[in-house]
Nanobody, 123 residues
Framework: QVQLVESGGGSVRTGASLRLSCAASGRTFTYSAMGWFRQAPGKEREFVAAISWSGGSTYYQDSVKGRFTIDRDNAKTTVYLQMNSLKPEDTAVYYC????????????????WGQGTQVTVSS
């Protein structure tokens, strides 16, 4: 069993930065790929970024490439999402999830999910 708790969301202006954190409990964290997803009002949840268990491979949705960076600290059992140059279209609830690999996370196939943290970007 893995429990995930996201934090770091907030309300910012266009162009600002935020760093989301996802703290995990459970001994399987180190061996799990991790991902970030988001869901905007009235839209389906979408993949944002993923990272392999070792941190050696990362995956991004095209719209966030060059602006968002995912990384992890296995010693702290935490995964991060650094979000720069935020845009209003980034407004959503952001969720982290564990997964078998980046491939499965890109398909939306997460094993455990957090409760989400709200990110609001105003122009």
């Amino acid at each position: 069993q893995v429990q995930l708790v996201e934090s770091g969301g907030g309300s910012v202006r266009t162009g600002a930065s935020l760093r989301l954190s996802c703290a995990a409990s459970g001994r399987t964290f180190t061996y799990s790929a991790m991902g970030w997803f988001r869901q905007a009002p009235g839209k389906e949840r979408e993949f944002v970024a993923a990272i392999s268990w070792s941190g050696g491979s990362t995956y991004y949705q095209d719209s966030v490439k060059g602006r968002f960076t995912i990384d992890r600290d296995n010693a702290k059992t935490t995964v991060y999402l650094q979000m720069n140059s935020l845009k209003p279209e980034d407004t959503a609830v952001y969720y982290c999830a564990t997964g078998k690999s980046g491939y499965f996370l890109k398909r939306g196939e997460g094993d455990y999910w957090g409760q989400g943290t709200q990110v609001t970007v105003s122009s």
